[in-house]
């Protein structure tokens, strides 16, 4: 097994971290009635950490991206932030400002200075779409981060990484409004890095040593003991938050080797097929979820600290699905959309 692995199933390890990424926002509603000690929703309840792997994995995507440029021009940056852009501007454009709107009238929005912010990203939790406005900062940054490693200047981007952890931890600490205002997106930016990083392995199909594999898994195992000693040292508890966050980043990783163990083992199955479709329409796949948890949410209204366990599981039976096959619906209008703007 190489660490090429991570992008030969590329496609299926975005199946599953969608798949996660939406239970877990099923569970998020429900998180009262589901707090009984399964295992399988412990597994549920970390679904936010598919985010991180799933940046780790855009981080080496746009390396490749970037091999098509044998130098980085100014024309061939602004021809690279034009295709990422419109990737990004028309779900943005023709669905979230829409839904948007629409929450003014009638979902969770409650006033016009509240939809504004939330169109541009600077509401408390940078608004349900905060994972675009994520992108787009790093599709922003990658040009100058490939720069460095084509450079061979892979300390300088860590330094610059470590040097962007600290200032985000002085924010933390002095700051708090502000840092907790804007965190869920700038703290996910190191896993995108990462990911990045990464890519000399994943383009030189370096063999995943059994070493590799305990030190990955291992992330998995020492975020929680990591974190409860975080929160009980005072000079770390006010950067506890931050330092969870860049845990998940690790344990991201962690995550998708577990996913290489399982995965060649279904390499011509249906399930792999399916994992793998469902992974080329994850940006689809989020943007409608997050407005189908909205719209339930505000149809149950207060019903939602009464409901009964058993409706809460059809729930979530019927949500999956739902998302997943408008992600497909959204990925023809956008296709469609794309037709009219780009011909």
Same mark, same amino acid.
């Given at each position: 097994?190489?660490?090429?692995?991570?992008s030969?199933?590329?496609?299926?390890?975005?199946g599953?971290?969608?798949?996660?990424?939406?239970? $877990?926002?099923?569970?998020?509603?429900?998180?009262?009635k589901?707090?009984?000690?399964?295992?399988?929703?412990?597994?549920?309840? *970390?679904?936010?950490?598919?985010?991180?792997?799933?940046?780790?994995?855009?981080?080496?995507?746009?390396?490749?991206? $970037?091999?098509?440029?044998?130098?980085?021009? /100014?024309?061939?940056?602004?021809? $690279?932030?034009?295709?990422r =852009?419109?990737?990004?501007?028309?779900?943005?454009?023709?669905?979230?400002?829409?839904? %948007?709107?629409?929450?003014?009238?009638?979902?969770?929005?409650?006033?016009?200075?509240?939809?504004?912010?939330?169109m541009?990203?600077?509401d408390? !939790?940078?608004?349900?779409?905060?994972? =675009? &406005?994520?992108?787009?900062?790093?599709?922003?940054?990658?040009?100058?981060?490939? !720069?460095l490693?084509?450079? !061979? /200047?892979?300390?300088?981007? =860590?330094?610059?990484?470590i040097? +962007?952890i600290?200032?985000?931890?002085?924010?933390?600490?002095?700051?708090?409004?502000?840092?907790?205002?804007?965190?869920?997106?700038?703290?996910?930016?190191?896993?995108f890095?990462?990911?990045?990083?990464?890519? *000399?392995?994943?383009?030189?199909?370096?063999?995943?040593?059994?070493?590799?594999?305990?030190?990955?898994?291992?992330? =998995?195992?020492?975020?929680?003991?990591?974190?409860?000693?975080a *929160?009980?040292?005072?000079?770390?508890?006010?950067?506890?938050?931050?330092?969870?966050?860049?845990?998940m980043?690790?344990?991201?990783?962690?995550?998708?080797?577990?996913?290489? %163990?399982?995965?060649?083992?279904?390499?011509?199955?249906?399930?792999?097929?399916?994992?793998?479709?469902?992974?080329?329409?994850t940006?689809?796949?989020?943007?409608?979820?997050i407005?189908?948890?909205d719209?339930?949410?505000?149809?149950?209204?207060?019903?939602?600290?009464?409901?009964?366990?058993?409706?809460i599981?059809?729930? &979530?039976?019927?949500f999956?699905?739902?998302?997943?096959? &408008?992600?497909?619906?959204?990925?023809? +209008?956008?296709?469609?959309?794309?037709?009219?703007?780009?011909?």
């Amino acid at each position: 097994m190489t660490w090429n692995y991570l992008s030969k199933y590329r496609s299926e390890i975005y199946g599953c971290m969608i798949i996660w990424i939406v239970l $877990f926002h099923w569970y998020e509603v429900f998180a009262d009635k589901l707090n009984f000690n399964w295992i399988v929703f412990n597994l549920i309840s *970390q679904g936010n950490v598919g985010v991180d792997l799933f940046l780790i994995l855009s981080g080496f995507s746009i390396r490749y991206a $970037f091999k098509k440029y044998e130098s980085l021009t /100014r024309e061939n940056v602004l021809r $690279f932030y034009k295709r990422r =852009i419109v990737k990004l501007f028309i779900p943005y454009v023709f669905w979230c400002i829409p839904y %948007l709107i629409l929450s003014y009238f009638f979902l969770y929005i409650n006033s016009v200075a509240m939809l504004i912010k939330e169109m541009l990203f600077i509401d408390r !939790h940078v608004s349900g779409f905060w994972f =675009i &406005g994520c992108i787009f900062v790093c599709y922003m940054i990658s040009p100058v981060i490939e !720069h460095l490693l084509r450079k !061979h /200047r892979e300390k300088m981007v =860590i330094a610059l990484t470590i040097l +962007y952890i600290i200032v985000l931890g002085a924010i933390a600490r002095f700051f708090p409004d502000a840092f907790y205002k804007y965190e869920v997106l700038l703290t996910r930016i190191p896993a995108f890095i990462l990911g990045m990083l990464l890519y *000399q392995w994943v383009s030189e199909k370096r063999r995943i040593s059994i070493r590799d594999i305990l030190i990955c898994l291992s992330f =998995i195992l020492l975020r929680f003991p990591v974190l409860y000693v975080a *929160q009980r040292t005072p000079v770390l508890r006010d950067c506890s938050v931050l330092i969870d966050r860049l845990l998940m980043g690790t344990m991201g990783l962690g995550v998708g080797i577990l996913l290489l %163990l399982i995965l060649p083992y279904g390499e011509s199955s249906k399930i792999n097929s399916c994992l793998g479709q469902v992974g080329r329409v994850t940006l689809e796949i989020y943007v409608f979820h997050i407005g189908l948890k909205d719209v339930i949410t505000k149809i149950l209204g207060p019903a939602v600290s009464t409901i009964s366990r058993p409706a809460i599981l059809l729930i &979530g039976v019927a949500f999956v699905p739902l998302s997943i096959l &408008g992600g497909f619906l959204l990925e023809k +209008y956008f296709n469609f959309v794309r037709g009219k703007i780009c011909r």
